[in-house]
């Protein structure tokens, strides 16, 4: 099955320049500041297909996906107390999911054998309600680096090979998969969240130093593209941010690596596993 992104009118989603090699030891705009420096030579996926291009781009209109339109039973919950925000969930989406592990006979599977399920697991994060940038920014973390609005994590954009996890990994058809933990995720802001913008894209959730992520346009609905923003992915302007209009520092998420955040700009707080 073909993939089923929205097609934008300004960035050529069938020739996306790929991520691999921009992995950086400092903030640097268009690259993945991450904390690991040594990557698995395994996992992730074991072949490419046609979408992967020789010009060092790949088709994301043509990219194969994982079967299935699973739902989930979600719980996401945002609560606000003084300047604390705090996010509990299950970590399950409310968007449906492929169908995972990835069976032998899906068409996917010659790609990408994912053998992960997708399992719940609550957890809770508190976040500031007014970030502040840090002095210093910080590297990403393998992992979840974020939590979107539809309750699922968000990870940077390598897989656990050190390459562009979008380009090369198969995910479902709102772009997400499971790790080996069975914490389902997104590389990439997923289509099934995001509506079209006609002017400055909404919320769609917030990166764990507590700053928010915003769909792909920026003032005025223009389509955002790394050179609009800094090194770490964002910038800073006036939002809406908790029903009211603010100056603030955001991310926003682009169609091109490394698709949500490059590094932290505000002071990353650490999540809450409950265990049950």
Not at 69 to 95: C, E, G, M, Y
Not at 115 to 143: E, H, K, R
Not at 152 to 178: K, L, S, T, W
Request: some cysteine; aromatic content about 10%; glycine content about 10%.
């Amino acid at each position: 099955m073909a993939n089923n992104i929205t097609k934008t009118t300004s960035i050529d989603l069938k020739h996306l320049p790929i991520g691999d090699g921009r992995i950086s030891t400092q903030p640097k705009t268009g690259y993945v500041w991450s904390c690991r420096t040594r990557f698995r030579r395994t996992g992730g996926a074991h072949a490419s297909g046609d979408w992967i291009q020789a010009d060092g781009t790949y088709n994301l209109t043509v990219k194969p996906i994982v079967d299935g339109a699973v739902s989930w039973p979600s719980q996401f919950q945002i609560r606000q107390k003084n300047n604390t925000r705090t996010i509990s969930s299950n970590r399950l989406p409310k968007s449906v999911t492929g169908n995972f592990p990835i069976s032998v006979k899906d068409d996917a599977y010659a790609y990408d054998r994912n053998p992960n399920a997708i399992t719940a697991q609550a957890y809770q994060i508190q976040l500031p309600t007014m970030p502040t940038v840090a002095q210093d920014s910080s590297c990403l973390p393998m992992g979840a680096i974020g939590v979107l609005l539809n309750g699922g994590y968000f990870f940077n954009a390598v897989d656990e090979r050190g390459e562009d996890a979008v380009a090369h990994e198969i995910q479902d058809r709102c772009q997400g998969h499971p790790e080996r933990g069975g914490a389902y995720h997104y590389h990439s802001l997923t289509s099934c969240l995001e509506a079209q913008c006609q002017e400055h894209s909404a919320l769609v959730g917030y990166a764990f130093d507590g700053f928010g992520i915003y769909g792909h346009c920026g003032e005025n609905g223009k389509i955002l593209t790394n050179s609009d923003l800094d090194a770490c992915h964002g910038h800073t302007h006036e939002i809406t941010w908790d029903g009211k209009k603010q100056k603030l520092y955001h991310y926003h998420a682009t169609w091109e690596y490394p698709y949500t955040v490059g590094c932290y700009r505000g002071k990353p707080n650490t999540v809450k596993i409950t265990r049950r």
